[in-house]
């Protein structure tokens, strides 16, 4: 009996498969599962993080970073490395921002995300998860809404109501969170009760609480994020439990670093040199998702370079190549399709640019560069500018658009 050979994928579907494994948007835990992350990228950061959150109990720290730099990431490959560590450590990751919309949401959503994040995850003990059922539809109640009766003597139209006979009328709450956020104005304290509740359900249990809050990166203000600073991560710290947040880049200068000083450690997240050790890494990220499977390896630096060492960009770039390719009949990416990429890389980088930050960022081509203005920062935030650990270059795809 002969055996069927597998079919070979067709064209479309090769280019599927490869774009699944380069896609700058996808969650980092799916790629982390799909063994597509980089290990190294992250190692020397995780070494110094990890005692810190488990020795030092209640202890806070950021990571800061612009778009795109990895920190996502960081952050899953610093849980998974807790776990391995200390298996009786509870780590919680939430993205707040898939809860909270932090731009217009008053102290308190920080906890309730936390709290409504375990809900939904699903990520404690079947008795733990049962004790806290009350915590659970309290949480509810505040972020998505409720009804209460409260004492009254106007009747609404038509037939009243046995609540309404009794002297009650009914008043509708709305909900504190629900996306877009709609402010909190509950006492933190009394919000603080419910990750309290939790806390002690998992101490029950033999476990240790640990924080990993993603999506803080998103609120770009200063004075925004300090509220919640003041507000959510003191009440947090209070009970003690330990927490590593993302922040934003704009917390490293001026009044944000006032910021800082009320956590115990931070750690920025620069960009990754595109020479020496530092490009060898980002050579490792391509290879690590089989980048060569459409792309000769010796237009990997060439991506690698372009990218200025932002993650985010080194992904789009692939993508954005593989799909030229794919629109161009080609089994391949070849010279042109990287180029192509680079170019429309570099112009969505252009678009909206003033003359005065054209010209700025002609200059910084031969002087140094102190944020000190919003528009300074609005150029480091929108990865026109990308920070190295002593310096700041102009993004390499946007020198190319502009012709420099």
Known sequence: MQLLSPQAPTRKELYRGFLRRFNPAANPEDSLNADLIETALASDLIRRMVPRLLLRPGSQHLLIGGIGSGKSTHLKLL????????????VLS???????????SQPGAIILAIVLAVKQQAALPNDVAEELTSTFTRADDIAHGHH??????HYHQGEPSDEELAG???????????????????????????LQQLRSAVERSRRELVLVLDGMDRLLDQQAFWQFVDQDFAAIRKLGISLVATAPLSLLYAQGRS????????????????SGSGLELLLKVLRRRNAEELI????????????????????SLV????????????????D???????????????????????????????????????????????????????????????LKAMGL
């Not at 939430?94 to 217009?104: H, I, N, Q």
């Not at 800082?260 to 595109?274: K, M, Q």
């Not at 009949?329 to 070849?334: C, E, L, Q, R, T």
Request: hydrophobic content about 40%; glycine content about 4%.
């Open 79 to 90: 849980q998974e490395s807790i776990q391995v560590t200390e298996p009786a450590t509870l």
């Open 94 to 104: 939430v993205d707040v921002s898939k809860f909270a919309d932090l731009r217009s």
């Open 148 to 153: 209460q009766w409260v004492d009254s003597n």
């Open 168 to 194: 009650l009328q009914r008043v509708e709450v709305p909900g504190r969170i629900t996306p877009p956020a709609q402010s909190i104005r509950r006492d933190i304290d009394q919000i603080a009760q419910l």
């Open 259 to 274: 910021v800082l000083d009320h956590f115990d450690s931070f750690e920025a997240v620069p960009a990754i040199e595109t």
């Open 296 to 315: 000769d390896p010796t237009l990997h630096k060439t991506f690698a370079k372009a990218s200025g060492g932002i993650l985010r960009d080194l992904i």
């Open 319 to 334: 993508q954005d190549a593989a799909q030229n390719a794919y629109l161009e009949d080609s089994d391949a990416v070849m």
């Open 336 to 398: 042109a399709n990287a180029n192509d990429a680079i170019r429309q890389l570099g112009n969505s980088y252009l678009l909206g640019l003033g003359p005065k930050q054209r010209n700025q960022l002609k200059s910084l081509r031969y002087a140094s560069f102190s944020p000190t203005s919003k528009d300074d920062l609005d150029l480091l935030i929108s990865r026109r500018l990308i920070e190295r650990t002593t310096r700041y270059e102009v993004h390499p795809a946007l």
